[in-house]
């Protein structure tokens, strides 16, 4: 099943995690510098809930926590 939401279309982006090192030029070092960089995921926090469809019956989807809050969904 794919990480995606059934509402809003949320799905996971590609990102990097940056690894720096040395002191800062603020704290009187000469700078960082990047040593390395790591791909990575940022998901969206999805939840497998139960909604009401529109023909009034329920299904079970996965729905980022954003779309509940926001009121976009209709729990059963």
């Not at 999805?46 to 729905?63: C, P, S, W």
């Amino acid at each position: 099943m794919a990480r995606i939401c059934a509402i809003t279309g949320k799905r996971p982006t590609k990102g990097s995690r940056i690894n720096r090192k040395g002191q800062s030029k603020k704290s009187g070092g000469i700078g960082t510098h990047v040593t390395s960089i790591t791909p990575r995921k940022f998901r969206p926090n999805l939840q497998r809930i139960r909604i009401k469809t529109a023909n009034g019956g329920t299904k079970r989807v996965l729905v980022s926590v954003k779309a509940i809050k926001a009121g976009l969904v209709e729990k059963v």
